[in-house]
């Protein structure tokens, strides 16, 4: 799915990521930990071209990212309100979205009724724009904004943190249930190594830019991440 | 915890802001034009007391000048609706300090003062109070004379802001004052009441009695307490920020058989609608479309087609300008996103096209009827539209791929500079003086018809090859896309 070689991206002189050699494949839960200012964002700013690198290469299913914009057909990401259009209401940008992915309006309608749930009725027809909903349910309209094109790669940057409880857990299952299923590939970052260590059949640990630990995600990885992060 | 903490914190906030760090060349120029801004209006002061002696020498300039200050105050009333904001967010973080509420209430209401519009009427004020009233009045009565215009003043700032903060919907209102100032001058022109003696001896009293000058100035008073026993009962942030209607969700159909470019322009349409500082932008765009009424005729007279051609270009090819100038910046705070949904830079880029083609074309429909007024515009004004979709748009989408500022759509336009650079001055040059400039040259030495030929061609030479023009737009994007991002990034 992903392939970087020698990736490094520095800012004033300091490496704000470094990775020699990393492979994602399909049907990966990857959980990125690591304590702030370690690179997790910066990665996935890379992944998405955002941020123009100073080395090295990211391929994505064999094309260079930066070449070709082939990736954007089946990547999706919810990184920060910067991936909002927040004077829309959250129909309006499902539609956008979704037009965008040659889904019409009765595809997205069929989309958003099979995710009520996940919604828990607090996002639609309420007579707002984005800008004016919750943190945490402007995370709900972007995560399922990413879902909408049905992508094989999906970038998720610190999920857990902005969700009420009940709509964490139910993203756990939704993440672990597509990534079997629809043999997705998901890169969910997080400081809750709890959650992690459970959404994960990978985990990725980073520190000052570089991928310190490529373990296996479980209950030893949960013990192994204890382990590191106590000491620091 | 003091009224001038309060402020402190208001001035670092100016000079710390993001957008204050400017190069230094623009803070230059922008020093510049508000100097010249309030020399013009100070030299406006002082010559029309002798603008007023001369070409009325018969009348007494004071009852002149006093006979127009009702209207004064009525359209100052009117102009404050636009210009000027509720100051509600700065006390945000207070809110939960060991602050009494009565500090912020005077915090909230001192820091109001502060507007440029507050300060502008003394330079008009001051030089006609020195110059005429105070040699026949006497300097008492010209300085209660000046209380009694400056708390005028106040109380029109105070009840501004104590209307905005009632009404939801200031739009009506302003209509309403808008109707009732044309009644009074309608009435005055007719000649069935005057409003104009009636302004003019209510002043006049106050300069014979100058203790009435206490009159406006309990006026104001009442108003300002009215202000703060409001405030002091709704001061909760969401109260403070009006407009809390329900919004509807809106698809503009005729947009859909344009496919992903029509959900693009559609999505460029709902910005302009729905934030304060592009909808103005676009409402003075529409309200330029009127400028032909005020300069064709005069240059039509004389036959000077190349200043026709110049308001030609600025009527059909304002919206390109003046949207154009911030074109990416207006999507500054989800430019993430538009660089990662599921569409290419060459489909984004070409829709950027179409809006302004499809605007251009409909602000040129609709200025073809000034070719009533004579058959001359037309041609004019088609070398004009052709210019300005076959050019200007493409020169506008290069110069916005250096603009790498961030953008706060919902601060209103007016006196905001936040994100302009030096580019946009020079693109203002060369989209508007350059054709210009050429239209004259050609129109001088070679004549009418090869002027409006010679403006005409790059126009269409554009628009057959937008494609390929098009595609070099995108590489010149895609070079700088990495830097506009992290520029947006920077708040």
Known sequence: MIKITNLRKSYNGVDAVKIDHLELHPGEVIGLVGNNGAGKTTLFRLLLDLIRRNEGEILSKGNSITQSEDWKSYTAAYIDEGFLIDYLTPEEFFYFVGKLNQLSKADVDDFLSSYHVFFDEAILNKGKYIRDFSKGNQFKIGIIAALLGNPELLILDEPFANLDPSTQLRLVDMIKSMAMERKMCIIVSSHDINHVSEVSSRILLMEKGSIIKDIVGGESAYAEMVDYFKIR | ?491
């Open chain 2, 1 to 491: 915890m003091n009224l001038s903490v309060f402020l402190n914190h208001q001035w670092l906030n100016f000079w710390r802001a993001r957008n204050a760090n400017k190069s230094l060349a623009i803070q230059i120029i922008l020093g510049v034009f508000y100097f010249l801004i309030f020399i013009e209006i100070a030299a406006i002061g002082i010559a029309l007391p002798f603008l007023l002696k001369e070409k009325m020498p018969n009348i007494n300039p004071i009852s002149i000048y006093t006979s127009y200050l009702i209207y004064y105050f009525l359209i100052g009333l009117l102009a404050r609706f636009q210009l000027q904001e509720l100051p509600s967010i700065s006390i945000q973080p207070y809110l939960s300090q060991n602050v009494h509420r009565i500090y912020m209430l005077r915090f909230l209401n001192v820091r109001s003062l502060f507007h440029y519009i507050n300060f502008l009427p003394l330079f008009v004020f001051i030089p006609f109070i020195i110059i005429v009233v105070a040699p026949s009045y006497g300097p008492t009565a010209a300085f209660c004379f000046f209380i009694a215009l400056f708390s005028l003043v106040i109380n029109n700032h105070f009840l501004n802001m104590y209307i905005k903060r009632k009404t939801i919907n200031n739009a009506w209102f302003f209509f309403a004052v808008l109707v009732f100032i044309a009644a009074l001058k309608g009435l005055d022109y007719l000649k069935i009441l005057s409003f104009e003696k009636a302004s003019s001896s209510l002043f006049i009293t106050i300069l014979n009695y100058p203790i009435l000058c206490l009159i406006p100035v309990a006026m104001a008073i009442v108003i300002f307490i009215k202000n703060n026993q409001y405030l002091k009962s709704h001061l909760y942030i969401e109260e403070l920020v009006s407009e809390n209607k329900k919004k509807e969700s809106k698809n503009f159909t005729f947009l859909n058989r344009l496919g992903d470019i029509g959900e693009m322009i559609a999505l460029d349409l709902k910005l302009i609608f729905r934030n304060k500082r592009p909808k103005s932008l676009v409402v003075l765009s529409a309200v330029l479309l009127l400028y032909g009424f005020l300069f064709y005729p005069k240059y039509l007279a004389t036959g000077n087609y190349s200043m026709l051609f110049f308001f030609a270009l600025m009527i059909t090819g304002i919206f390109i300008s003046n949207y154009g100038q911030f074109l990416f910046s207006w999507q500054s705070s989800h430019f993430d996103g538009m660089m990662t949904y599921n569409t290419n830079m060459h489909q984004y880029i070409k829709a950027k096209f179409s809006l302004f083609l499809t605007v251009c074309s409909l602000q040129f429909l609709i200025a073809s009827f000034y070719g009533l007024m004579s058959w001359r515009l037309l041609p004019i004004q088609l070398a004009a539209y052709l210019y300005c979709v076959g050019v200007n748009s493409f020169v506008t989408i290069y110069v916005s791929t250096f603009n790498y500022r961030y953008l706060d759509l919902r601060k209103s336009a007016s006196m905001n500079f936040q994100g302009i650079g030096a580019m946009q001055w020079l693109q203002s040059l060369i989209i508007t003086f350059g054709p210009a400039l050429v239209f004259y040259l050609l129109d001088h030495f070679a004549g009418f018809w090869y002027a409006v030929l010679g403006v005409s061609l790059p126009g269409v030479a554009g628009l057959v090859f937008h494609e390929s023009i098009i595609n070099w737009l995108v590489s010149q994007f895609k070079i700088r896309k990495h830097k506009i991002l992290e520029g947006f990034r920077e708040r």
